[in-house]
């Protein structure tokens, strides 16, 4: 007889041991936002890419620096034998935008906005969150000649799983679009 409280609901993937597989390297390379009404049927297309950049309803960053820290564990309540169940995770980004005074109109106005996705990009893979994120952007000017003004942006989102890898489409991260 199964027990009444299941453990898990899905079976597990197989698990990979491809010694050959490319490594995937850091940094958050590029960054942006995708409105959350907009919907991919192939994240790995240019065209797609382009058509959302043009329409206004994707915002690529293509030259930034940062990371994405490990997902903090959201803890629940346990059941029978079990002390916590596992309910997602809380995840945070820190992302530099080094075009400080040309995009101070763009980070006041994303102050407070609740519909965007945010995505990044890594050496080769772009990830995309599955739900809108907090996006808090903010500057600090340093005690320092040679310190650059940036734009600093927190991300926060909190999700179930982790952001899927995609492969990363051509030419999308090469250059500043702007929507038409």
């Given at each position: 007889?199964?027990?009444?409280?299941?453990?898990?609901?899905?079976?597990?993937?197989?698990?990979?041991?491809?010694?050959?597989?490319?490594?995937?390297?850091?940094?958050?390379?590029?960054?942006?936002?995708?409105?959350?009404d907009f919907t991919f049927t192939d994240p790995t297309s240019t065209t797609?890419?382009?058509?959302?950049?043009?329409?206004?309803?994707?915002?690529?960053?293509?030259?930034?620096?940062?990371?994405?820290?490990?997902?903090?564990?959201?803890?629940?309540?346990?059941?029978?034998?079990?002390?916590?169940?596992?309910?997602?995770?809380?995840?945070?980004?820190?992302?530099?935008?080094?075009?400080?005074?040309?995009?101070?109109?763009?980070?006041?106005?994303?102050?407070?906005?609740?519909?965007?996705?945010?995505?990044?990009?890594?050496?080769?893979?772009?990830?995309?969150?599955?739900?809108?994120?907090?996006?808090?952007?903010?500057?600090?000017?340093?005690?320092?000649?040679?310190?650059?003004?940036?734009?600093?942006?927190?991300?926060?989102?909190?999700?179930?799983?982790?952001?899927?890898?995609?492969?990363?489409?051509?030419?999308?991260?090469?250059?500043?679009?702007?929507?038409?």
């Amino acid at each position: 007889m199964a027990g009444y409280y299941p453990s898990g609901c899905d079976e597990p993937f197989s698990h990979s041991c491809d010694p050959c597989e490319p490594r995937e390297y850091g940094r958050v390379r590029s960054a942006g936002f995708i409105h959350k009404d907009f919907t991919f049927t192939d994240p790995t297309s240019t065209t797609e890419w382009q058509a959302g950049i043009q329409s206004g309803a994707i915002i690529v960053i293509p030259e930034t620096n940062g990371d994405i820290a490990k997902g903090a564990a959201k803890m629940g309540a346990g059941y029978g034998e079990t002390t916590q169940t596992l309910l997602g995770y809380d995840f945070s980004a820190k992302v530099n935008d080094p075009n400080f005074a040309s995009n101070f109109h763009f980070y006041n106005s994303m102050i407070g906005k609740r519909d965007y996705l945010f995505f990044y990009r890594t050496s080769s893979k772009v990830f995309i969150t599955d739900v809108p994120v907090t996006i808090i952007p903010n500057t600090e000017v340093k005690n320092d000649l040679n310190a650059e003004l940036v734009w600093e942006l927190d991300i926060k989102w909190i999700h179930s799983s982790f952001p899927t890898p995609h492969e990363m489409p051509m030419q999308i991260f090469d250059t500043c679009f702007t929507a038409a």
